[in-house]
């Protein structure tokens, strides 16, 4: 019962970040077709504060969303960010 509750953090103040999100770096996400990491300028960028916690646990207060293309195979996506 106790691995399905949120990881608490030392500080209440400042919210764990998701596994795939590292301060300062910005992340490679995969083509879900191909698997290329290869793609096109994000655009129509949208950031929301919306505060919540991912699947495993970890905490967020904010949400991106980045439309893009992938170079490989033409495949539209959206990129999704928690922090």
Same mark, same amino acid.
């Given at each position: 019962?106790?691995?399905?509750?949120?990881?608490?953090?030392?500080?209440?103040?400042?919210?764990?970040?998701?596994?795939?999100?590292?301060?300062?770096?910005?992340?490679?996400? *995969?083509?879900? !077709? @191909?698997? #290329?990491?290869?793609?096109? %300028?994000?655009?129509?960028?949208?950031?929301?504060?919306?505060?919540?916690?991912?699947?495993?646990?970890?905490?967020?207060?904010?949400?991106?969303? *980045?439309?893009? !293309? @992938?170079? #490989?195979?033409?495949?539209? %996506?959206?990129?999704?960010?928690?922090?």
């Amino acid at each position: 019962m106790s691995d399905l509750l949120p990881a608490m953090t030392d500080s209440a103040a400042e919210p764990q970040l998701a596994p795939n999100v590292e301060k300062g770096a910005e992340e490679k996400t *995969r083509c879900p !077709k @191909c698997h #290329s990491v290869k793609r096109e %300028r994000y655009h129509r960028v949208r950031s929301r504060e919306i505060s919540g916690t991912t699947r495993d646990g970890r905490r967020y207060t904010r949400v991106t969303w *980045r439309r893009t !293309k @992938c170079r #490989s195979c033409g495949q539209c %996506r959206v990129d999704v960010e928690y922090r």
